[in-house]
């Protein structure tokens, strides 16, 4: 009976110690997941990490700690923008700006202060280890944003220096070195990068596409051009950037602010296609443009155009002219997600205050309001994370609400993309990126 009893003590005492993310017992309380939101405080004297448990079966949120920082020492690293996984989901990384910049319009570094990519192991309670330093960057530059490829083998940053810069990373492992840099000559405003095999090729292709909304005047010009384009370049296997040919291809769209790639090819199919979604914000509202990549022989894209990854607005011919029309969200979509099944398009808009879901046509890549098409957030939302279904749970979508300093949530249906039963949970004051495990 002592064994037994022994027995019942240690398990009670092994679900205290992980009811953050093990299954004991069988409360429908129980969280089960993970949030991890930057926050960047009042007058940008937060800098730290807020984690949230997630409830897999309702999606609530409840804080556990916004103890661990951004930076080692205070105000010293500029404030936290964006934090991201490795395919393991045991490190963290997150992007610090640096110096924040002086609109002149462009954005102009206006300090000494290097940006950083901080990284943290992820304990096995899910809290963070202290953050160590994986990568300065140029003093006094400005960092505006990051993205890793889908197998962790290449983190991309831009910034307003204007740079690109390719960090080979390796799952599990917090250390970052650097394997390639780019001085552009376009201010960049975001970055997606897409894996693929294109029709009749045997080796899969890694493509970065990057958003221009300004000239770089560092050299005679008008700073005040709006340069409006897409650059898109071939990842080599050793993290070496090539300029694509035709790069970089006019959008017919203001102030491109955001982007997004997809490839709804099945796996070992071509049924589907590389499509790239633009958010812009012009004086009449934000919209999305979409554009397809060249990975087929067909009426309009030739095998030339097929080997150097042409991308083309999405319609019945290569040109402006003809393209599909944009679809209107609402002000300011500055951030982008697709679904895992790659299915649906989110769009956070942030001076609409709300987020708008859309079915891709996986074939064509047109884009159809989902019903409801969107949702109201909190005020000023500025990124989104997606909390994909573990077994049987539910979909959930957050997002980070910088004027209200809350964190809003999501149903999402997987078969419908549709979003409801929202909640809205406070967070620590000012949150900007997140990323879910």
Excluded: W
Excluded at 120 to 142: E, I, Q
């Amino acid at each position: 009976m002592s064994k037994k009893i022994n027995g019942i003590v240690a398990l009670a005492a092994i679900c205290s110690l992980s009811i953050f993310l093990l299954s004991c017992g069988s409360s429908s309380s129980r969280p089960s997941g993970l949030l991890y939101v930057l926050t960047q405080g009042i007058n940008g004297g937060g800098d730290n990490v807020s984690s949230f448990a997630v409830d897999f079966r309702s999606g609530n949120l409840s804080l556990i700690n916004a103890n661990a920082t951004t930076c080692a020492a205070a105000n010293t690293c500029g404030l936290p923008l964006q934090i991201l996984l490795d395919p393991s989901a045991t490190v963290a990384f997150v992007l610090n700006q640096g110096s924040p910049c002086t609109p002149t319009p462009t954005c102009t570094p206006s300090g000494t202060i290097p940006p950083t990519i901080n990284s943290y192991t992820v304990n096995s309670d899910g809290s963070l280890s202290a953050p160590s330093t994986a990568a300065t960057l140029s003093a006094g530059d400005t960092a505006i944003a990051m993205t890793r490829d889908s197998s962790g083998t290449f983190l991309f940053v831009i910034t307003a220096s204007p740079q690109l810069l390719v960090y080979n990373m390796k799952s599990g492992s917090t250390s970052l070195t650097l394997a390639s840099s780019l001085a552009l000559t376009k201010v960049p405003s975001a970055l997606s990068v897409i894996s693929f095999t294109a029709s009749g090729s045997s080796s899969a292709q890694e493509y970065l596409y990057v958003t221009n909304n300004h000239d770089n005047c560092t050299v005679a010009c008008n700073p005040f051009h709006n340069d409006n384009t897409l650059s898109a370049y071939s990842v080599g296997s050793s993290g070496t950037l090539t300029e694509l040919p035709n790069s970089p291809y006019a959008i017919n769209a203001v102030n491109p602010i955001s982007v997004v790639a997809v490839n709804t090819n099945p796996a070992g199919q071509n049924t589907g296609g590389i499509f790239i979604y633009v958010g812009n914000q012009d004086p009449n509202g934000g919209h999305v443009y979409p554009y397809e990549v060249c990975t087929v022989v067909n009426a309009v894209c030739t095998s030339t155009d097929v080997a150097g990854g042409l991308v083309i607005p999405l319609g019945t011919c290569p040109d402006i002219s003809c393209q599909t029309p944009p679809t209107t969200v609402g002000q300011r979509p500055v951030a982008m997600l697709i679904d895992p099944t790659n299915n649906f398009l989110y769009v956070v808009s942030e001076g609409s205050n709300a987020i708008y879901g859309f079915r891709i046509n996986t074939a064509a890549g047109n884009l159809s309001p989902l019903t409801p098409a969107s949702q109201s957030t909190g005020s000023q939302p500025v990124a989104l994370a997606l909390q994909p279904p573990v077994g049987s749970s539910a979909e959930f979508i957050y997002v980070s609400n910088s004027g209200s300093s809350s964190i809003s949530g999501y149903n999402v249906s997987t078969t419908t993309g549709a979003m409801s039963n929202p909640i809205t949970v406070t967070s620590p004051s000012t949150p900007s990126g997140l990323v879910a495990r």
